[in-house]
């Protein structure tokens, strides 16, 4: 199934933060989160694994907590750049899925000077 | 960052006519590649994933005859649309997912995406 992502669309000021939800009802081997911009291919943004890692860099980090089948992506301090629409892939644990990735619907981020 | 590439970038082709897409990993070796088509403001939905030397492995619903898939070595994954009809139009990418040895985890890099328009 697909992972539900919230929220769906969110509306920020230049310097404000906002957090991405990513839940799965299936139990994951990991989370992928990427960035896409009208008309282009999503870029890949993070990679976490199972194991409740948190990562970062520079002021967009992400979470995962293993248990709770879910990973949040953190923007700090928002930037115009930061626009577009982040979508998250799941892997499901369990060793077969060899690499497949299932994205949530996407969450629509506008930045506004 | 690795780089995939795709070509061509857009097409726009008669209905009935096949097309053929590439998507090429240009600075690493990828195993397995994998194609999706996305519709205008949805998600990415997997078509197929691509293995190097075997047959591609199709998700429900999706019509291997009518969608071709060869992953002939490990930088090149090509999807032929055969027989292309108006509801074939999709931007059409692929992702190739990085070989162990290259960076510590399994990331998937995406191709810049072909857009397929089908008249």
């Known amino acids: 199934q697909q992972p539900v992502q919230s929220p769906q669309a969110v509306i920020l000021r230049e310097g404000e933060d906002a957090v991405i939800n990513c839940s799965s009802s299936k139990a994951l081997y990991s989370v992928h989160w990427y960035r896409q911009k009208h008309g282009e291919a999503p870029v890949f943004l993070m990679i976490?694994?199972?194991?409740?890692e948190q990562k970062g860099h520079e002021k967009i980090s992400a979470s995962f907590n293993e248990k709770k089948q879910q990973s949040s992506l953190y923007l700090t301090a928002s930037q115009l750049s930061y626009s577009g629409t982040y979508f998250c892939g799941t892997e499901k644990a369990g060793g077969t899925s060899y690499g497949k990735l299932t994205f949530g619907q996407g969450t629509i981020l506008t930045v506004h000077p | 960052g690795a780089v995939v590439s795709q070509h061509p970038s857009w097409v726009i082709c008669k209905s009935g006519t096949s097309v053929k897409i590439e998507c090429r990993s240009l600075?690493?070796?990828?195993?397995?590649m994998f194609w999706y088509r996305q519709f205008p403001k949805q998600s990415l939905m997997l078509m197929a994933t691509s293995n190097e030397g075997s047959k591609a492995t199709y998700e429900q619903g999706v019509e291997k005859d009518k969608f071709l898939i060869n992953h002939a070595s490990l930088t090149l994954s090509t999807l032929t649309v055969t027989s292309a009809h108006p509801e074939d139009s999709s931007f059409y990418i692929c992702s190739a997912r990085v070989a162990s040895g290259y960076t510590s985890h399994n990331e998937q890099f995406f191709g810049p995406g072909t857009r397929l328009t089908v008249l």
């Open positions: 976490l694994l199972k194991g409740g």
């Open positions: 600075d690493f070796q990828a195993t397995t």
